[in-house]
């Protein structure tokens, strides 16, 4: 899977999934309110996301993230990866 390196691109490089619906490996969005998009994780399962908080630090486990109190409230959507080729 090739993936483009900004988050806006991934965002539209994939085909939208609603919340109910995600599977491990769909990547997650985030937003501030008016903002453009600003994070992006790999859905885990559970309501967990897998990422990196900033350039530079460990990639880590976040459970519980549509609860979190920084990104729960940024969630701005999900998309479904498209096998390139």
Known sequence: MSLAHYTDAQFHQGAP???NNLMPGDLLFFSGPNAPLHHVGLYAG???MIHAERTGTRVAR???VFHHPT???QYA???RPRPSG
């Open 17 to 19: 999934v609603a919340r």
């Open 46 to 48: 559970g309501n967990a």
């Open 62 to 64: 976040l459970d519980d």
């Open 71 to 73: 990104l729960g409230p």
């Open 77 to 79: 959507g999900a998309v």
